[in-house]
T-cell receptor
Framework: NAGVTQTPKFQVLKTGQSMTLQCAQD?????MSWYRQDPGMGLRLIHY???????DQGEVPNGYNVSRSTTEDFPLRLLSAAPSQTSVYFC?????????????FGPGTRLTVL | KNEVEQSPQNLTAQEGEFITINCSYS?????LHWLQQHPGGGIVSLFM???GKKKHGRLIATINIQEKHSSLHITASHPRDSAVYIC??????????????FGKGTKLSVKP
């Protein structure tokens, strides 16, 4: 199993550009989520999905869109990049049952918006 | 007030020392997680626990549900333990909210 994969690892954007961060998992996990990590702030939830076709907003959703057309993939779209979106982005997945909720994280995408 | 608080924020230890990192939370949870993040690296799950105590090698995690408190202990610390340790709690299973709430992390540095 590859686990959770994210692409790209690094990205530099100019203000106003759009892009998609890719996330995929091969563990058949229903639950997937996107977090951003900023210095002194800890990890904050952007969007999450409890299964294909179902998504919902987290703590900091503004400026981001998600979709979940398959169990495996959960892309994060930046609609019009802003310097405030400079951050490290992590995708995570879990089985999320009543017995287990171990989180599996991708390696992260370091995004800089100029 | 943050729903998940960790202490200390920073910790420096000498190799071989016994280390304790604390986590307190103020919300109802289904489980508590301890995560490890090495500098520039990804995030790895160390423990998920909903009661009692778990041990993996030199790492021990405990949780007291009544007191809403958890501790992560590292015995015989080593420089390779240097990392950020993050406490996170899962909201109750079946809820419609997002899953994890994170503490801000404890940066541990173990000197040889």
């Amino acid at each position: 199993n590859a686990g959770v994969t994210q692409t790209p690892k690094f990205q530099v954007l100019k203000t106003g550009q759009s892009m998609t961060l890719q996330c995929a998992q091969d563990m058949n996990h229903e639950y997937m989520s996107w977090y951003r990590q900023d210095p002194g702030m800890g990890l904050r939830l952007i969007h999450y999905s409890v299964g294909a076709g179902i998504t919902d907003q987290g703590e900091v959703p503004n400026g981001y869109n998600v979709s979940r057309s398959t169990t495996e993939d959960f892309p994060l779209r930046l609609l019009s990049a802003a310097p405030s979106q400079t951050s490290v982005y992590f995708c995570a997945s879990s089985l999320r049952t009543s017995d287990t909720d171990t989180q599996y994280f991708g390696p992260g995408t370091r995004l800089t918006v100029l | 007030k943050n729903e998940v608080e960790q202490s200390p924020q920073n910790l420096t230890a000498q190799e071989g020392e016994f280390i304790t990192i604390n986590c307190s939370y103020s919300v109802g949870i289904s489980a508590l997680h301890w995560l490890q993040q090495h500098p520039g690296g990804g995030i790895v799950s160390l423990f998920m626990l909903s009661s009692g105590k778990k041990k993996h090698g030199r790492l021990i995690a405990t949780i007291n549900i009544q007191e809403k408190h958890s501790s992560l202990h590292i015995t015989a610390s080593h420089p390779r333990d240097s990392a950020v340790y993050i406490c996170a709690v899962s909201r109750p299973y079946g809820g419609s909210q997002g899953n994890l709430i994170f503490g801000k992390g404890t940066k541990l540095s173990v000197k040889p």
